[in-house]
């Protein structure tokens, strides 16, 4: 019975329900193949006259000539075949096995067979250079060698979390339980290390990209960009003849910025928790390092891991007023001392003048010097001392990189919206970036008008 005839409740359940009849009702003998079709249709036939398996041979109805076979031992492969003018037997090329090769990659050999046949090119020589062709794990190796290592404009932090991100989802390599738990779950649509280059299809990304969103939608978002890069230069490196890593935004999972989820903390707030700092300060002396770095982190709005708490003194320039940062995650940038964050350095000066005078350290070199032994020798996390401060200041515990976007928000009301200003000083790459800030503001206005509102209408009652 034909597909198109059976309903609902009658799913074809053998290989012979897929064949394609003809306009009289007959079968063509052919099958649009798909992966799915071949993976759980396709099966050997056992003869009980010689009590043996027999292979079974299926025709593709999208390209011509193009057969898929399971033999009696039960793997299955691709091959094409090709009739020669005023030949009687027909010619057959191997193309390579599946699910190693998928149904898409065996149609694009047989489209680069057939060109090398029209111009008198021999197909084996075309089959040898696709059997040659790199695969994506060996691509993606080559370019963390020869450009994510060596290139300039990539930042230690951004190389570190590119790694890790390629370790997790290409290699299938994760140290998280939660990653490996997904990995596990949808390896086959996330092993495509394996396939090669030339191979891959948009289709076979998207599938990549929907298991990797399960662990993740920002992540699997941030994934796609790496391998965008990777695939462009694959490209440029000839590699490729055609970029098939080409997501439009529909096909990419919706972003939404941080302040719809979380709130940034109020004026109020600010001031609540800026008192906890110098309070515990007083209390605590241990924690003077990193509450000097949250302290910083606040009144400059900058990231606090990667451009507050490896801040080295050589960065600072005292007679310019400015603390150079050579590498942060959108290029080279500086901000200004003000008059609080200059109490914050002067504060960590006078403390490196007594911790360490007359000693050679290296963690007197850094502003926030590590008082453990450790891989770096400055201080890494300060989310210990953040939720002391916020329990101590009786304020919601938020995540540290909050404080940036408190700081974006109250940088835009004390400027009067002077995007270039504060885009220079937050170090954000576009103005628009700093844009978000400005509707937070707005609708924050908007909620006080309200509350305005209905108080007047209570009291004119």
Request: proline share 3%.
């Amino acid at each position: 019975m034909s597909p198109a005839l059976k309903g609902h409740n009658m799913p074809p359940r053998e290989l012979e329900d897929f064949l394609i009849l003809d306009s009289d009702g007959k079968s063509t003998g052919r099958i649009k193949l798909t992966n799915t079709i071949i993976k759980k249709y396709l099966k050997r036939k056992y003869d009980p006259a010689t009590d043996a398996y027999k292979e079974t041979v299926i025709n593709d109805s999208e390209k011509i000539g193009l057969k898929t076979k399971i033999n009696i031992g039960g793997s299955i492969s691709f091959f094409f075949q090709h009739t020669l003018k005023n030949k009687r037997n027909p010619v057959k090329y191997h193309l390579g096995k599946f699910p190693e090769m998928s149904v898409d990659a065996a149609r694009s050999l047989v489209d680069d067979l057939k060109h090398a046949i029209t111009l008198g090119q021999d197909p084996k020589s075309v089959i040898a250079e696709r059997m040659k062709a790199k695969t994506l794990g060996q691509v993606v190796d080559q370019w963390k060698k020869n450009v994510l290592h060596k290139a300039a404009r990539f930042a230690p932090k951004s190389i570190i979390d590119t790694e890790q991100r390629l370790t997790n989802w290409i290699d299938l390599s994760a140290i998280s339980p939660t990653t490996n738990a997904v990995i596990l779950k949808y390896r086959s649509d996330l092993n495509i290390r394996i396939k090669k280059m030339v191979e891959i299809t948009k289709d076979d990304l998207i599938a990549w990209h929907a298991a990797i969103t399960h662990a993740g939608p920002y992540q699997a978002n941030r994934i796609v960009d790496d391998l965008k890069v990777i695939f462009k230069w694959a490209m440029a490196e000839k590699v490729i003849k055609e970029n098939v890593c080409k997501f439009t935004k529909d096909e990419l999972n919706e972003e939404s910025t941080r302040l719809d989820d979380t709130d940034p903390y109020s004026n109020s707030e600010w001031r609540l928790l800026r008192k906890s700092v110098l309070k515990l300060l007083k209390k605590n002396p241990r924690i003077f390092i990193s509450c000097m770095g949250i302290l910083l982190a606040m009144y400059t709005g900058r990231r606090y891991k990667s451009e507050v708490l490896n801040l080295k003194w050589s960065q600072v320039d005292w007679d310019a007023n400015k603390v150079r940062l050579p590498k942060t995650k959108t290029g080279k940038s500086e901000f200004s001392i003000n008059r609080l964050s200059r109490w914050v350095l002067r504060s960590l000066w006078a403390y490196r003048s007594i911790k360490y005078r007359g000693k050679k350290n290296i963690k007197a070199a850094y502003l926030f010097p590590s008082i453990r032994k450790g891989r770096f020798p400055y201080v890494q996390d300060v989310r210990k001392t953040w939720y002391k401060i916020c329990s101590t200041a009786g304020v919601r515990c938020e995540e540290v990189y909050l404080l940036r976007h408190t700081w974006g928000c109250m940088a835009l009301e004390a400027t009067n919206g002077n995007f270039a200003a504060v885009k220079d000083e937050g170090g954000w790459k576009t103005t628009e970036m700093v844009m978000v800030y400005a509707k937070y503001n707005a609708r924050k206005l908007q909620k006080q008008s309200e509350v305005i509102g209905n108080f007047m209408a209570r009291v004119s009652a």
